[in-house]
């Protein structure tokens, strides 16, 4: 029998607090399956007493989670803190650069420090371990980086942020604006009080930069990322969707293209039929297209304490067996440098909701606009008057487009703006077939 | 840099072929992954002139398997003949006992032999890898060993039987009958000339013994599980599903209760909005319930050559690299034995469709059997008229029960029919949650 795993776990908030009773719950089984003990000895956080639920007399307690990654006596360290620099960063490369396995949730980390802590395990042959950092509990990293070694991956696509999805859910369902559903979200704890994060896109943003290098075997590129977030949805953007037969979804897409890789993480409508709008509430969803499985869709809790150790404890028992490989599957210095696909060159079909003066001729304008930058269109649809006819009322006009690129919207968009017959900055939400 | 890893590939079907191919497409990546080179070097298969799209002049030939599983020069077989005996088990064995790593996606063979095929690699401290046996391209296989390490998992369903899900999607979308379907399946190649393995469910209970011993921690018992197929399904079955806001699916089911491990396939009235529901067509789909991570639903293609290949790549590329444990987990001496559940103790709602006599009183008797059974009805349908009424005319009647037992149903049932008011056997469809 070999010496048993010891852990160090560095954040003790909801999900480490679970971490702590899984390994317990779980030691006879992990012990079982890794043919070692797997036990938690240490444990840092900010605030010693605070009550988690858990009792922390049987394990040994550092202010500094940077000295609990420098101890002696630990085999492994689990980053729970978070952040993209600081405490988070230091603990990590401490625990590398001791020689120490890092299983971390941090995608924010990752996506900043991501190429340089992998090489730091490389160099010294410990594991880089990061399933809780996208999706949550659903195993989308072990999936790209191990089951679909046989594909050469074209597309991810996913729910990533749980929260978007619940707020979006519940105002198709319940017709409710966003801010209506944002402050119930808050209140249910589903949102944090600064949503900005979540509801601007940047938390999906992290989780797809770490996708996309495992799934196209590229360094880390999070700043390539064109990044939208879910404020501008109306409930009426909601309700064209469902009568075109979609659903709004705050979608990370990363897409092999000829141009490079394309990353973009935006509101998007997706056919009712789809896998991925079939996931409602807090839940994520990831499709991976590949060309020899075609396509494989995960879904399941993306947060949350038992969710989230969940996929902790899967590294750390990939950890206590020995399995490991480079953290990106391939060695960083294999990896590609990520060639970026600008995003104007996105094409396919576009969900546009105007605000038009309602007087005659402001349609054929748009309708010329269009044109111009050969755009067809597939239906044009106005929806309702403006409170009275006559100067200085404006009625929406949803347009729905054939495939077309992101530039050549954005130009006709920018010239009906310039001609006095759009008010309102435009809507625009890419269709995904 | 390690010696390159040589791989001899028994059975050139369809899969065959595609791992042949897939493994040259990605020499590169895998060897960068795993550190090492990793080429087929040997084949095997009935009929070395057949055209199967590939190039075998590179690779050394072996008229027989077990030859090939024993040559000195080749460190992992791929064993895709198939079959839970003969060649197959042979090659297998042969492979193990000479301490080569196995890749198989028979899972008949492993239903049957599992338990003593890996206490054979255990021994030896070779790979039994099986990704590709359940659900072809879709990873379920390492999500339950490796990905769910840290759960108690309680429920494992799914629908693993492509072509069963095929013809129920098409009786229910075009409103076929059962023969229509099957015919247009095996036209389509979905459906064997000998539908029998798959229609009757026991291809997929092949594939739920599999995933049952990995779930659950026990070994393999494929004889304890409670079969039944979809040829008895009609229209109307289909229909009343729609209307009562389910579908139809062949699932395979294994849960863990207070009895044991309760193994059963068979057809289910799957709620629409469920995520196993939304699964149309040929794709698999396996929803795993476990205490930490709640609910993760898998779905992808579950068969065809490239999809399967690509499983069976996963776990040569896991060879490859050195990654790899107890082929269920836990070794096999740790696994338990398998307490099995008797199906009779299943406890849920029912739909049951009657063949009743068309006279006063039918319905008054059925009803008192049933409630002789403390069964509580949510509903009874009449849906039309016999030919016309009067002595020798039957209706079909739909009962929608609450929860209770299968050995409560039975008995109901048989009662009824023991009185005459009952002319065909009932058919008897579990409602799921």
Redesign the interface.
Known sequence: MTHPLRIGVAGLGTVGA?VLK??Q??AN??A????RAVRVTAVSARDRRRDRGVDLSGYQWFDDPAALAAANDIDCVVELIGGDEGPARQTVETALSSGKHVVTANKALLAKHGVALARMAEDRNVALAF?ASAAG???VV??LR???????VTRVSGILNGTCNYILSRMELEGLTFDECLKDAQRLGFAEADPTFDVGGFDTAHKLAVLTSLAF?VKIDADAIHVEGISSITPLDLKMADELGYRIKLLGVAERTAAGVEQRVHPTMAAKSS?IA?VMGVLNAVTID????????????GAGG??T??????D???VA?G????PF???VD?LDDPARAPMQRHEGGYYVRLTVVDRPGSMAKIATRMGDHQISLESILQKGKGPRGGDGATVPVILITHATSEAAIRAALDEAQGDGVVTEPPQVIRIER
């Open positions: 679970s899984l390994v719950r779980r089984d992990l079982a399956t890794a043919g399933e509990g659903v195993p072990k999936t191990e089951a679909l070694a046989g594909n050469v075997g896998s079939q590949a060309d020899a499985v075609r396509s494989v869709t995960l879904i399941g809790p038992d969710p150790a969940s996929a902790v404890l899967s750390i028992a990939d067996r399995l490991h490989g480079a599957g391939k060695p294999l």
